[in-house]
T-cell receptor, first 111, second 111 residues
Framework: DAGVTQSPTHLIKTRGQQVTLRCSPKSGHDTVSWYQQALGQGPQFIFQYYEEEERQRGNFPDRFSGHQFPNYSSELNVNALLLGDSALYLC??????????FGPGTRLTVL | EDKVVQSPLSLVVHEGDTVTLNCSYEVTNFRSLLWYKQEKKAPTFLFMLTSSGIEKKSGRLSSILDKKELSSILNITATQTGDSAIYLCAVMKTSYDKVIFGPGTSLSVIP
């Protein structure tokens, strides 16, 4: 049973560019949540997707957007990248209000 | 504003010691409290606690929730170097399953 997968593993971008991160949930899970984890901090909730719609959103600007596909996989898009967007981006999947399982993350560096 | 606090933020112990990690929360519409272990990238699930006073155990790890005191503890007995990690406490709300993380406790176990 494959767990949560994310791609790419690492990414380097420059300020002002746009980035797309991808996530495939664990088999049987229909809910995908995205988190940003800066160095030395706990994960911060960005948003959550369920049935292809954004169901919850944290305190992140509109530059952060996402999408969920019919197969439950999801993308996180960040526009107009800032240096402060450098972080580990974690995707987590879940079902039926049970515990979330995390993917290995994408390390984004903005230069 | 919802808040999850952990203490201590970092801890260094010797192999064989017993440690207690603390988590307190101020969250509206509480559903459950979760503990995760983060070694390199993906947080791995340890416990989900919903009912007060019921201890959950997994090997040398155990955890209990006190809903009256809005807190939880994670105990690790007979620590090993492999227990070195960041331990994250998180609270799941009843509004769908938005999860709020604390800053984590960095545990280092030295031989």
């Amino acid at each position: 049973d494959a767990g949560v997968t994310q791609s790419p593993t690492h990414l380097i971008k420059t300020r002002g560019q746009q980035v797309t991160l991808r996530c495939s949930p664990k088999s049987g899970h229909d809910t995908v949540s995205w988190y940003q984890q800066a160095l030395g901090q706990g994960p911060q909730f960005i948003f959550q997707y369920y049935e292809e719609e954004e169901r919850q959103r944290g305190n992140f600007p509109d530059r952060f957007s996402g999408h969920q596909f019919p197969n439950y996989s999801s993308e996180l898009n960040v526009n107009a990248l800032l240096l402060g967007d450098s972080a580990l981006y974690l995707c987590a999947s879940s079902a039926d209000f049970r515990e979330q399982f995390f993917g290995p993350g994408t390390r984004l560096t903005v230069l | 504003e919802d808040k999850v606090v952990q203490s201590p933020l970092s801890l260094v112990v010797h192999e064989g010691d017993t440690v207690t990690l603390n988590c307190s929360y101020e969250v509206t519409n509480f559903r459950s409290l979760l503990w995760y272990k983060q070694e390199k990238k993906a947080p791995t699930f340890l416990f989900m606690l919903t009912s007060s006073g019921i201890e959950k155990k997994s090997g040398r790890l155990s955890s209990i929730l006190d809903k009256k005191e809005l807190s939880s503890i994670l105990n690790i007995t007979a620590t090993q170097t492999g227990d070195s990690a960041i331990y994250l406490c998180a609270v799941m709300k009843t509004s769908y399953d938005k999860v709020i993380f604390g800053p984590g406790t960095s545990l280092s176990v030295i031989p």
